[in-house]
């Protein structure tokens, strides 16, 4: 699968990249009330133009993306001056106050993780298979701290085939009830092409429960 996605980066075939900021970011992040200065993570973030949105709201963001070449897009598209260096076994490109690991989503843990506050999943979540949701929603629910905040963008589509992937209401109550609540915030419209329908949720990760030590 991780070899799919470094073939299309190299062949181009990106079509999941908007050439502009998603709407439903724009229309849904300040309803969040996330304060400025909170870092947003980004898993999976590709070379999205929505982490340059998330700064110009004053957050820092930390995307994780398996593909170098995409982080080399990102940042030759960019403005600024571009730090490297290595942490943790991932290679690390900062451009302004946007720093993109390059790697594994599963292999970032808790100890890299110390300084974010919310997250952003745009095409996260629905690129990966149905048995690798489950493993995604727990290692973020590990990531996010009680009271972090996230939006998340899901995809429901008329067939089965993927990526994306179709992820329904249902799934996204399975996947993440536990560890965190759930506010639905919008269904988009229905692709007439392609039968693609995004939604827009709210998520905060649940604090510890009564008791728990
Ligand atoms: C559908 S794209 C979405 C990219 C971005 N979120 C956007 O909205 O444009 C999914 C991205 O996840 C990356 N990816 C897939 N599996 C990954 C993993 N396990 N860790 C980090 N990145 C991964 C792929 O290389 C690809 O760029």
């Not at 229309?27 to 870092?39: A, F, M």
């Not at 995604?136 to 996230?150: R, T």
Request: with cysteine; aromatic share 10%.
């Amino acid at each position: 699968m991780q070899e799919d996605w470094l073939k299309r980066w190299q062949d181009g075939r990106i079509g999941f990249h908007r050439d502009s900021v998603h709407p439903l970011l724009v229309q849904h992040w300040s309803g969040l009330q996330v304060p400025e200065g909170n870092k947003v993570l980004v898993p999976l973030c590709g070379k999205t133009l929505d982490m340059r949105w998330l700064t110009e709201q004053h957050h820092p963001v930390l995307g994780i993306e398996l593909s170098e070449q995409a982080i080399e897009q990102f940042v030759a598209e960019g403005d600024g001056e571009v730090t490297r260096y290595r942490q943790a076994g991932f290679g690390v490109s900062r451009q302004g106050s946007i720093e993109l690991w390059c790697g594994d989503f599963f292999h970032f843990h808790i100890e890299q993780a110390a300084e974010i506050e919310a997250f952003y999943d745009r095409a996260a979540l629905i690129a990966l298979p149905e048995a690798t949701r489950q493993r995604y929603a727990f290692h973020l629910a590990q990531l996010i701290p009680p009271g972090g905040k996230g939006l998340l963008i899901t995809l429901t589509r008329r067939d089965a085939g993927g990526p994306p992937f179709h992820v329904d209401a249902d799934e996204v109550q399975r996947l993440f009830a536990a560890n965190f609540s759930i506010t639905h915030l919008e269904d988009g419209e229905c692709n007439a092409d392609d039968g693609f329908k995004e939604s827009c949720w709210a998520l905060e990760r649940r604090g510890p429960s009564p008791g728990h030590n």
